[in-house]
């Protein structure tokens, strides 16, 4: 199973970028994909979670500024980040928990995106 995630880059304080994660391989069914982030010095936190079923969770500082959503049908998360702050600088991360189609349960991380954010 492997993730492909796109769409960092560099920005200025107020502005927006969507990051965009399509997962492939041996997948059956996937049941959650997720964005973590980890700033330098700092440990990688959950940033924001989709599940299959629609149910949305948000870290508290991104709450109301960033949108989580997924096409299921394409296995594909997107993530879009408006009024960007200094603070949201990082490396992002695209995570799925999926069942293969060998019927192994599999924590699947993509290779990350560089999201920066000038102040």
């Known amino acids: 199973v492997q993730l492909q995630a796109s769409g960092g880059g560099l920005v200025q304080a107020g502005g927006s970028l969507r990051l965009s994660c399509a997962a492939s391989?041996?997948?059956?069914?996937?049941?959650?994909m997720a964005w973590y982030r980890q700033a330098p010095g700092k440990q990688r936190e959950s940033v924001a979670v989709?599940?299959?079923?629609?149910?949305?969770q948000y870290l508290g500082s991104v709450q109301g500024r960033f949108t989580i959503s997924g096409d299921n049908a394409k296995n594909t998360v997107y993530l879009q980040m408006n009024s960007l702050k200094a603070e949201d600088t990082g490396v992002y991360y695209c995570?799925?928990?999926?069942?293969?189609?060998?019927?192994?349960?599999?924590?699947?991380w993509g290779q990350g995106t560089q999201v920066t954010v000038s102040s």
């Open positions: 995570n799925a928990d999926v069942l293969t189609t060998a019927y192994d349960r599999l924590d699947a």
């Open positions: 391989g041996s997948i059956r069914r996937i049941d959650a």
């Open positions: 989709f599940s299959s079923i629609g149910m949305t």
